[in-house]
């Protein structure tokens, strides 16, 4: 079954009804989260495990240290920095920014590219950098297809593929107009659509793709790809509007990460774990 095909308004739209419930507190306490957070003695963080090398599943362990990649080693370290425990809350990709948005949850950590949307609506970090994992955006097509999708008119009235309020979506829309822009929940279950013929392309970052044709090699990347703009080529991490202090206290953990040269360590810490075993991408649904 085809997923229903969403304008691309449809995120912005349900966070601002959402917002309307439960703003008054919220925007108050937003000023004092970072203050909050040392009092509680507890970071929360939102990631969605669907994504490796950046965030995913060892199904070899349990609770907290059963989330693994090199999101949740940063999410570690800024919690190290501000002297509190981690705290991980998995859930969806798109239900993430919504926690954020609505102040559930103070930020996010999963994968994400700076976009003009996200800065209006959320307080965006300083970049990061996974690797070259955000470096390239491709598309991934059945092996049998290789021949058939080669250049970005080949999609012209297809079914392309891209997870629900992600730079992918974004760039299909910008990037192949004339292909019908299908919205998925998760990549997992992209990659299961796109096997079985209900679409005939997913959008995913390169390093995420790499892992994924690891695991099926039933798929390849095309051999066009996006054209993709040197914001997007970092990752940032997500807090909650006008949360400023927060914002502060993680842009320093980043500097000093970034300068004591821990990202790379990180990257290649998360490759090895994405190739193990017991290493899974997992859907949650929310």
């Keep these: 079954m085809k997923f229903k095909k ?22 108050e306490a937003a000023a004092n989260s970072l203050e909050q957070i040392k009092k509680d003695g507890v970071l929360t ?35 190290q920095e501000l002297g509190v425990d981690l705290e991980i809350q998995a859930m969806s990709f798109d239900a993430c920014q919504t926690a954020v948005y609505t102040g559930s949850v103070g930020m996010s950590i999963s994968g994400y590219s700076w976009t003009e949307e996200r800065a209006e609506n959320y307080e965006l970090s300083d ?3 996974a690797g070259e994992n955000e470096t390239e955006q491709v598309l991934l097509i059945r092996k049998d297809d290789a021949d058939k999708y080669k250049t970005a008119e080949d999609f ?3 079914d392309v593929g891209a997870q629900n309020a992600s730079l992918q979506q974004q ?19 992209g990659v299961l659509e796109l096997q079985s013929g209900n679409i ?3 959008a995913v970052a390169d390093g995420n793709g790499t892992q994924i044709i690891a695991s099926n090699p039933d798929l390849v990347k095309c ?9 997007y080529e970092a990752n940032v991490i997500m807090i909650h509007k006008g949360d400023k202090e927060l914002l502060e206290a ?23 774990a994405a190739e193990s075993e017991t290493a899974e991408e997992v859907s949650v649904d929310d």
Excluded: H, R
Excluded at 182 to 187: A, E, L, R
Excluded at 256 to 266: D, M, P, V
């Design 45 to 79: 963080v939102a990631l969605s495990p669907d994504f490796s090398p950046m965030e995913f599943v060892d199904s070899s362990k349990t609770g907290q240290d059963q989330y693994v990649g090199f999101d949740v080693s940063l999410a570690k370290f800024i919690a």
């Design 171 to 189: 760039l299909v829309t910008e990037q192949l107009p004339d292909s019908n822009c299908v919205t998925i929940g998760d990549i997992g279950v």
């Design 156 to 158: 012209a009235g297809v």
């Design 6 to 27: 969403i304008a691309a308004l449809a995120l912005t739209a349900t966070l601002a009804v959402t917002a309307l419930a439960g703003c008054g507190a919220k925007e």
């Design 127 to 129: 970049y990061y950098y």
């Design 200 to 202: 005939e392309a997913l």
């Design 223 to 231: 051999e066009w790809e996006f054209d993709v703009k040197a914001e």
């Design 250 to 272: 993680v842009n320093e953990a980043l500097a000093k990460a970034n300068s004591e040269g821990l990202y790379a360590g990180w990257y290649e810490e998360a490759l090895k």
